[in-house]
């Protein structure tokens, strides 16, 4: 069974940073997307950003050169690192995964989220 565990979410100051992790657990054949959604209270889960098995990666305008995506393939993993943090990036984090368990048909996957708080 696969299962996306988060870590890396807390509260911090306006101007500071924070690192997201992401590991994809079980028999997996393959990975084709990775990547982050957010969502605050009251909206809607927005895509933070993303990165393919070809290393192509997309971000929403707003995290533009704060925010980095990087995975780690071997590992099965996907970090964002969050830089310049504004209260406006505060909400919920989702680890999310496209891939192929060993066996089975591509399906969509999500973590469980986690909560972080920018304080002004």
């Known amino acids: 069974q696969v299962q996306l565990v988060e870590s890396g979410g807390g509260l911090v100051e306006a101007g500071g940073s924070l690192r997201l992790s992401c590991v994809a657990s079980?028999?997996?054949?393959?990975?084709?997307?990775m990547g982050w959604y957010r969502q605050a209270p009251g909206t809607q889960r927005q895509l933070v950003a993303s990165?393919?098995?070809?290393?192509?990666?997309r971000y929403r305008d707003s995290v533009k050169g704060r925010f980095f995506i990087s995975n780690n393939d071997s590992k099965n993993m996907v970090s964002l690192q969050m830089n310049s943090l504004k209260p406006d990036d505060t909400a919920v984090y989702y680890c999310n995964a496209f891939l192929r368990p060993e066996g089975s048909s591509e399906y969509n996957y999500w973590g469980q989220g986690t909560q972080v708080t920018v304080s002004s």
């Open positions: 079980g028999t997996i054949s393959s990975i084709d997307t």
């Open positions: 990165i393919n098995k070809l290393g192509r990666t």
